[in-house]
């Protein structure tokens, strides 16, 4: 028999397909169109630019002209022609040929390119030619003396190069936009699957079980309107009938009993009988409601994400431009990296506290307040002039994001409990992932076409969506009675006296986000400034780092699982990080820089289950406050990681602060491979005979 999880999972795959699918050739197909409409409506502009030069400069000629000076004998027409090139930007080449077509004088960088003009009988109705050559939109001027015959031709061309490079910026912004589209349709659809099938079927399966089991005490909502409903109206009205068939039988037990005698003896043996194998409930049955699932967090949790990530790829250039204020003896590249480090500690010092408000107030209350503080972060930063109220901002955004993100990750856990553990955690990661690489680079987009305050706009506008989707989709009230009861003192004891959890802390663990947030969220769009990119392309290149993550932590954790290589996973993705970032001084940087982000995301991909499992495998203190701890640690080292690559910029060029920190971190790696070594022959020698 096909299971209902079975059908679900293969109708969300079936679903996703067709979804990704008609996104993709719906955005190709409006992308290819958008361009060629680019190009249409920018040609004849271009031509027009090149007419209104070409008139300026022939002017000159024309007048000396009409005073009588052969053509052949102008003189200073080469200089003159270079003096107008060098002034216009645009123009490729200036050239005055004869009416044969022959060159008399040329100028600007792109003369050498010039073809030979064959001048038509006849000649169109504003007296000018055009035609396109590769790379250049090029107009023809005749040039005649005031009221005569033409006797030359004034070639202007101008380059395509600053159209070419729009276009291919356009091209790029529209592979986001499809990106975006995708993975954005991919958790709506999720979410609106598990809302009103998923939901409604596992509901109907729940009364199923339980009518199998003869519990009649619960009854199914019937608030949705198609065949679910239906179902459950038919299950609810059963329920009831066999709820009306007991009352009547305890009525009928009751007259017998006044009856006394066999028939009373034979009535209470027939209703023992029944009640071993129904249950009723005093009052009748009650509703059972639609169990708060994984997906509705998923949702909120990938917006939220998304609302974060917008400002990832330019908040260490808006605080060096905040910075310029500064007092000389500070450095505004150290001083960039005080709003990052202000948001990595505001997470990091807020996080036990939203545990806490997320046991007392449930994930749905606790995912408000926090939308709420991060809402005014954002509103904050999109008006702060100055670097310290900035900073202060992205604190607020901090401690939202700390309570939000562990509401979300405590609804996933409740959520697992109905059987769905590895599941809902894997959505959780998958979740914020996703979200990372929608939000950066879309936001670059954003903040390159709007501006850096209209992107945390933007960001205030999706928490309040994300507010609201909570309010809809997460049931009231699922706080976890004694959840916070746990010492978190004698857990650290536990924890940091273990050997084997300290090492995958320091070694593992702190160098990772160090890196994470001191080479891709800091010197990365720093070096790729100075290499002349837009920010659109600086959100491309730091977009790589999730692009390469998503996949590498599904294979990290079936590596793991499969054929038990955590260990060297953990310390080879060190390993591999590390050389990544080596590779910078050595090749181009405009072609390491793409690779190290893209590699240090696989890595650290492959590093990320395994750590997870690591860390729970200790068995020091609670498999949750092991976990705590670990992310703590992680935290710590994204506050550590801004402030050691900005120390290390003040002594040399973002390439050599990239290379220590790979230095760096390949050291850890090779320390962290030696004490698990060790470890390892520890167990051994303490389980020989």
Not at 480 to 489: D, I, Q, R, T, Y
Request: aromatic letters at 6%; charged letters at 15%.
């Amino acid at each position: 028999m096909i299971s209902t999880e079975h059908i679900v999972r293969r109708l969300v795959r079936n679903l996703s397909i067709i979804a990704a699918l008609v996104l993709l050739g719906t955005v190709v197909a409006v992308s290819f169109a958008a361009l060629g409409a680019f190009d249409r409506e920018v040609r004849p502009a271009i031509e027009r630019e090149a007419a209104v030069i070409g008139v300026v400069v022939a002017n000159p000629l024309e007048r000396a002209l009409g005073l009588g000076i052969p053509f052949d004998e102008l003189v200073g027409t080469s200089e003159y022609l270079a003096d107008m090139a060098a002034s216009q930007p645009a123009v490729a080449y200036l050239v005055l040929t004869d009416l044969a077509g022959q060159p008399r004088a040329t100028a600007g960088p792109a003369a050498a390119s010039f073809e030979p003009l064959v001048p038509p009988a006849v000649l169109p109705g504003d007296g000018m030619l055009r035609r396109a050559l590769p790379g250049i939109y090029e107009t023809a001027v005749a040039v005649a003396a005031p009221g005569g015959r033409p006797q030359g031709w004034l070639l202007v061309g101008v380059s395509r190069a600053a159209v070419d490079g729009v276009i291919e910026d356009t091209s790029w912004d529209l592979v986001i936009v499809l990106l975006v589209a995708v993975m954005l349709a991919m958790e709506l659809l999720r979410f609106v699957i598990d809302r009103t099938v998923i939901g409604p079927l596992s509901m109907i399966e729940r009364m199923a079980r339980r009518l199998s089991a003869g519990d009649c005490t619960a009854q199914a909502v019937t608030g949705a309107t198609d065949e679910a409903g239906a179902v459950a109206r038919a299950v609810n009205a059963l329920v009831r009938r066999l709820g009306d068939r007991w009352a009547y039988l305890e009525w009928l037990a009751a007259e017998a009993a006044s009856a006394g005698g066999r028939a009373a003896r034979e009535a209470a043996a027939v209703l023992d009988g029944l009640h071993d194998r129904l249950r009723f409930r005093d009052g009748g049955a009650v509703p059972e409601p639609l169990a708060g699932s994984a997906s509705a967090a998923r949702l909120p949790l990938f917006l939220f994400v998304v609302a974060e990530q917008l400002s990832t790829s330019f908040i260490p250039l808006l605080g060096r431009d905040l910075a310029r204020g500064a007092p000389p003896f500070l450095s505004p590249d150290l001083l960039a990296a005080l709003p990052i480090s202000a948001f990595v500690a505001a997470v990091a010092l807020a996080t036990p506290y939203g545990g806490r408000l997320t046991a007392r107030r449930g994930p749905r209350g606790a995912i408000l307040i926090g939308g709420g503080l991060a809402a005014l972060g954002y509103l904050g930063a999109a008006l702060a002039t100055e670097l310290l109220p900035f900073a202060a901002a992205r604190v607020l955004c901090g401690i939202g994001y700390a309570v939000l993100t562990i509401a979300c990750q405590a609804q996933m856990a409740l959520a697992a409990r109905q059987g769905r553990l590895a599941r809902s955690l894997g959505g959780f990661t998958g979740a914020v992932m996703s979200g990372a690489v929608c939000g950066t680079a879309i936001g670059a987009v954003i903040a390159d076409r709007l501006g850096y305050a209209a992107t945390f706009v933007a960001s205030v506008a999706l928490v309040v969506v994300v507010m609201l989707v909570a309010l809809r989709a997460i049931p009231r009230g699922l706080a976890e009675a004694g959840a916070a009861a746990e010492s978190v003192l004698a857990g650290a004891r536990a924890a940091f006296g273990n050997a084997r959890f300290t090492a995958l802390l320091l070694l593992a663990a702190v160098p990772a986000k160090v890196v994470l947030a001191g080479v891709i969220f800091y010197l990365a769009p720093l070096a790729l400034r100075d290499l002349g990119e837009s920010q659109a392309a600086i959100g491309r290149n730091v977009m790589l780092y999730g692009l390469c993550m998503l996949p590498a932590i599904t294979l990290g954790g079936w590596l793991a699982d499969r054929v038990r290589i955590g260990g060297g996973l953990i310390w080879g993705g060190a390993l591999l990080n590390g050389a990544a970032l080596l590779m910078i001084p050595i090749l181009p940087e405009a072609v390491a820089l793409p690779i190290a982000i893209a590699v240090t995301g696989a890595a650290q991909g492959l590093a990320s289950a395994p750590m997870l499992a690591a860390a729970a495998a200790t068995g020091s203190g609670s498999t949750p406050l092991l976990l705590s701890f670990l992310r703590l640690g992680e935290r710590i080292g994204s506050v550590i990681g801004p402030f050691a690559a900005a120390w290390l910029l003040t002594r040399g060029d973002t390439v050599w602060a990239m290379g220590v920190l790979g230095a760096v971190t390949a050291l850890a790696g090779l320390a962290y491979a030696v004490v698990q070594q060790a470890g390892r022959r520890a167990a051994a020698m303490g389980s020989a005979p």
